[in-house]
């Protein structure tokens, strides 16, 4: 239990009632030991005392009984304490510092304003990419004209997936609860299965640190029934430390736009046939979701924005929590240690949170790093993002191996699966 946390839902009081009624038969007890008189014993005194002696068997019985059941009680309270969260912690984690300045967004590229130079790059991408794959180049590049059909027709696309999207993003922990039906329904009817509320019975979350390599846990891996790769990480050259199977490509937005500018790339490094699910990072990466969905023949799923809001508090409340256990300052200074409105969490603490959601045993593998150990194993980047805080999330991956009722935000219909970290 969380040092100097304090109570915020009380939850735990019926189990002190329970109590009040286990200490009854001690009230009873001075009734139960009348000494018997030294009188010549009548019929009606010994029929009384019989009577005494009865309830006394009983109420010892009672009082046994009720022991037993006060120690059952305190066994229970020891083994599955009642979580306790600070509640000036849980607010603060709820609050989104970009959601404003999301909103704009949205609203602007839905009246079609791409007026920014970042958003100005990805539609030009946009148009290239719409060019690239549905008409001959010409030797000039010159790009599809704006108001094409084709153009038109992603244009609309784009705009209804993006307000749905918009319209969803609230807070609702029972989201957790139906990633099968949103996530692995999919991935079955493409095997050509009926999809099963059966949760997949292992999965293996394979990260991209450098700490995979020499680990020989390849083979190990492809024993899960289902492995998810993140933001499509190499496996050839790699099989023997980080497998070759992959079920699902777990990717945020940045990665597939990036990829739509490169030709060659096309979108699916893994194969057209395997799943994508994808996280969006920039609302205007919408764009770059229609032109790939489009030549994807494996489902392309965008997370629930349910999902993500779900994700960014558990994963904004263990940086919070954090940072003013280690460093002592106040809470108002998280925001410029962290860059609050950019802050956010990875890819892998999402794909981790899927497998809780269809896996019934999760395996976690590459998550981590050593002074020894390269950040990625097929990459040479040195250094890791400032946007996402690992420690963090290595406190949650810590819990929900260890204690996951520790977990902030989780529904209480939901069970957390077992979950093994492989270092
Ligand atoms: C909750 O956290 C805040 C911020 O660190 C702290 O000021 C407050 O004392 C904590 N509350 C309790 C009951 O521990
Ligand atoms: C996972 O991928 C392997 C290899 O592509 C495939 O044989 C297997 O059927 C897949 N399993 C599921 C549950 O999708
Ligand atoms: C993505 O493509 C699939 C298959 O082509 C299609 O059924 C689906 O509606 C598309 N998704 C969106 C959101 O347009």
Redesign the pocket.
């Known amino acids: 239990m969380p040092k100097g946390l304090e109570d915020t839902d009380g939850s735990d009081i019926p189990i002190f009632k329970i109590s009040n009624i286990d200490f009854r038969p001690f009230i009873a007890i001075p009734i139960c030991y009348i000494v018997p008189m030294k009188r010549p014993v009548r019929p009606l005194l010994g029929i009384f005392l019989f009577i005494v002696f009865v309830a006394t068997l009983s109420c010892r019985t009672i009082v046994r009984r009720g022991l037993l059941s006060l120690e059952l009680e305190s066994k229970v309270l020891v083994q599955d304490p009642v979580p306790v969260f600070n509640a000036t912690l849980l607010k603060y984690a709820t609050i989104d510092l970009d959601e404003e300045h999301s909103k704009q967004e949205i609203q602007q590229l839905l009246d079609g304003n791409f007026g920014s130079h970042g958003r100005h790059r990805t539609f030009a991408s946009w148009r290239r990419f719409i060019h690239h794959d549905v008409t001959a180049r010409s030797a000039k590049g010159i790009p599809v004209m704006p108001r094409s059909p084709m153009f038109y027709r992603y244009w609309l696309?784009f705009r209804?997936?993006l307000h749905d999207w918009a319209r969803k993003k609230t807070f609702q922990p029972e989201i957790l609860l139906e990633l099968v039906r949103l996530v692995k329904h999919s991935v079955d009817r493409h095997n050509g299965l009926v999809g099963s509320d059966q949760r997949y019975s292992s999965c293996a979350v394979v990260g991209n640190s450098g700490i995979l390599l020499n680990s020989g846990y390849g083979k190990l891996i492809d024993n899960h029934e289902v492995v998810i790769r993140l933001n499509n990480a190499r496996t050839e050259n790699f099989e023997h430390d980080v497998g070759s199977k992959t079920n699902i490509s777990f990717v945020n937005s940045n990665i597939l736009h990036l990829c739509a500018r490169r030709e060659g790339c096309f979108c699916h490094p893994y194969g057209t046939n395997v799943p994508i699910v994808m996280y969006v990072c920039q609302p205007a990466h919408f764009l770059d979701y229609?032109v790939c969905?489009?030549s994807?023949k494996g489902p392309?799923l965008v997370t629930d924005p349910r999902f993500d809001v779900l994700c960014a508090r558990i994963v904004k409340y263990y940086s919070v929590k954090r940072f003013l256990e280690m460093t002592g300052k106040a809470l108002e200074d998280w925001t410029s240690a962290h860059d609050g409105a950019m802050f956010h969490y990875s890819s892998g603490m999402q794909a981790v949170m899927l497998a809780l959601g269809i896996c019934d045993k999760v395996s976690i593998f590459g998550f981590g790093k050593s002074d020894s150990a390269r950040h990625h194993y097929h990459t040479n980047q040195k250094t890791e993002l400032h946007l996402h805080d690992y420690e963090a999330e290595y406190a949650l991956y810590h819990d929900l191996v260890e204690k996951p009722r520790v977990i902030p935000f989780l529904s209480n219909k939901f069970k957390v699966p077992p979950v093994v970290m492989y270092h």
Do not use: A
């Open positions: 696309q209804r997936v229609t969905n489009s994807h392309l």
